[in-house]
């Protein structure tokens, strides 16, 4: 499986960015999946994960700014990012389980100013 993120940029302290994560490859093999981020001098977290059973579980931190969608149609998965703060500067990365091997993206680029 490969993943292919995009989406990132520079926005502005209350700004919104929508992140994407193609997948390409064994795609029906995929049975989890989630977005991590990783600021600098932090270990990698998790933001959003989906479990193989549907459920979403949203980082803390997160307080309902960010909605984790997906396209089943397009294996694509998406994080929409709403009322960004300067401490959501990160590198966002996307990360699938298909079916026991976890395969990251790239990762892209957040960063809020402030």
């Known amino acids: 499986v490969q993943l292919v993120e995009s989406g990132g940029g520079l926005v502005q302290a209350g700004g919104s960015l929508r992140l994407s994560c193609a997948a390409y490859?064994?795609?029906?093999?995929?049975?989890?999946m989630g977005w991590y981020r990783q600021a600098p001098g932090k270990q990698r977290e998790l933001v959003a994960a989906?479990?193989?059973?549907?459920?979403?579980n949203y980082a803390d931190f997160v307080e309902g700014r960010f909605t984790f969608s997906r396209d089943n149609a397009n294996y694509t998965m998406y994080l929409q990012m709403n009322s960004l703060k300067p401490e959501d500067t990160a590198v966002y990365y996307c990360?699938?389980?298909?079916?026991?091997?976890?395969?990251w993206g790239q990762g892209t680029q957040v960063t809020v100013s402030s």
């Open positions: 990360r699938v389980r298909a079916p026991v091997r976890w395969y």
């Open positions: 490859g064994s795609t029906l093999s995929i049975n989890a």
């Open positions: 989906r479990t193989t059973s549907g459920i979403i």
